[in-house]
């Protein structure tokens, strides 16, 4: 039975191991947190991602995963660490050169070495190959080196994992080959090779497209609130065409993949990458825009209190990096309306989001920013009762406002 490390347990590492180990392989799961490999050690996870908690204690109870603070000797290492975007908008890569030289003491001949973490176009063999050659060893000569960019979606991830097409890019070609190896294990769909850069490319661009894609839909809303026309209806008809498929307007683009990855394009081509770099500006601006729509709504009223739905960057999930909801809630607050936020998903010490009543009493406004499903069971007008003026503003457009003897308000109709 080959051994697989794995180098950090997050939203990417954790599925990986998880569905190594369910399918055939040793698993050491790694990770600096020792909190997550405390819990790991008594069968329970740190994070929110349907069917993951089952996978994690089958593979904990029969064996094959081991959680574990330090590397160990391994066939194959994959490291899936974050690369979070710096102050000056480049890609940080200091999570993923301590989990590169952390096993470089463990590299054997013939070991495999695959990052998945997302980075800049070049970092694979200009950062990753020189710290593994430390160790003595060649990379493409007796050690392997592939980059196989993630490419699952939050709340969809072990589904995703094994189903969706990948990517390998090898540092030679059988680099690419031993990657395939590892992975053809468990996915169902095609696997791809090709070389270091243009996986890493690909990568990127992959949600580049969503991100530039989503700005259309977030700027159409902004044009049409000027020219007083319904952008959600112009969109709707607009997409009926055989060949146009404009994405769904928000209030910004959150999580730690869209929001991040076109910075990595932009810095290493600034002047160039222009069309990215707007879409960019366009997304992050929609949090004012919400803001400037909410305060436009309440304008009547001398100290509006606000009953905001939603605080993750999206659905269903209890993740909260770069999510547009937390920049709303602060610029409302910075307004000096009230604001208070229920949100079942998260769990803050500090502050109970999970009373939706004490959020909706006495407030004028139900904002709803995520579209978590519990959003769509409530029975709104027994809530609305205890609101000092009953009015939802569903940017997310999950409620039927016919089903409601409320006013509500989506994001792009004419007000
Ligand atoms: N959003 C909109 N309008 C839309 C779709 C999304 O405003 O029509 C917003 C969401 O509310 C959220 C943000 O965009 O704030 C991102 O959400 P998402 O569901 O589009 O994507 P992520 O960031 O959760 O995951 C993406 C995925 N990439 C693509 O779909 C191209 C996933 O497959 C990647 O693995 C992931 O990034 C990653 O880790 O790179």
Not at 101 to 125: A, D, R
Not at 293 to 304: A, C
Request: with cysteine; glycine share 6%; net charge negative.
């Amino acid at each position: 039975m080959k051994t697989i490390c794995v180098l950090g347990l997050g939203y990417i590492g954790l599925p990986t191991a998880a569905t190594l180990a369910s399918n055939g392989f040793k698993v050491i799961g790694v990770d600096i947190n020792e909190k997550i490999i405390s819990l790991l050690k008594n069968s329970e996870i740190h994070i929110e991602e349907p069917h993951l908690d089952e996978l994690v204690k089958s593979i904990i109870l029969d064996g094959h995963f081991i959680p574990s603070e330090t590397p160990k000797k391994a066939d194959v290492f994959i490291i899936a660490v974050p690369t979070p975007k710096t102050d000056d908008n480049s890609c940080e890569l200091k999570y993923v050169i301590q989990a590169a030289k952390s096993i470089v003491p463990h590299l054997n001949i013939g070991n495999t070495v695959i990052l998945e973490s997302t980075v800049s176009p070049g970092t694979t063999e200009e950062m990753i190959k020189p710290i593994l050659e430390e160790s003595g060893l060649i990379v493409g000569e007796n050690i392997y080196l592939a980059h196989c960019p993630e490419r699952v979606l939050p709340g969809n991830i072990i589904h995703e994992i094994i189903n969706n097409d990948r990517i390998i890019g090898g540092y030679t070609e059988i680099c690419a080959k031993k990657a395939m190896e590892i992975y053809k294990s468990f996915v169902k769909g095609n696997i791809i090779l090709t070389d270091l850069k243009t996986a890493e490319m690909a990568k990127l661009v992959e949600n580049i497209f969503r991100d530039v894609n989503i700005a259309l839909a977030n700027e159409l809303v902004k044009i049409c609130d000027e020219l007083k026309i319904n952008a959600a209806e112009v969109i709707r008809l607009a997409n009926k065409h055989p060949r146009v498929s404009i994405l769904k307007p928000g209030p910004g683009v959150g999580g730690h993949c869209l929001a991040i990855d076109p910075y990595y394009v932009i810095s290493k081509t600034p002047e160039t990458a222009r069309l990215i770099s707007t879409a960019r500006e366009i997304n992050c601006s929609m949090p004012e825009f919400i803001v400037s729509k909410v305060m436009q709504l309440v304008n009547d009223i001398e100290t509006p209190k606000i009953a905001v739905f939603g605080i993750t960057y999206k659905e269903n999930i209890d993740d909260l990096r770069e999510s547009p909801a937390i920049e709303i809630v602060k610029q409302l607050k910075e307004k000096g309306l009230k604001v208070n936020i229920y949100d079942p998903h998260v769990k803050i010490e500090v502050e109970d989001l999970a009373n939706i009543d004490t959020t909706v009493t006495d407030s004028d406004m139900i904002l709803i920013l995520v579209a978590h499903d519990e959003f769509t069971y409530i029975d709104y007008k027994k809530l609305s009762e205890k609101m000092r003026r009953p009015f939802i503003f569903d940017v997310k457009k999950i409620i039927n406002k016919d089903e409601w003897d409320i006013p509500v308000k989506y994001l792009g109709e004419v007000f």
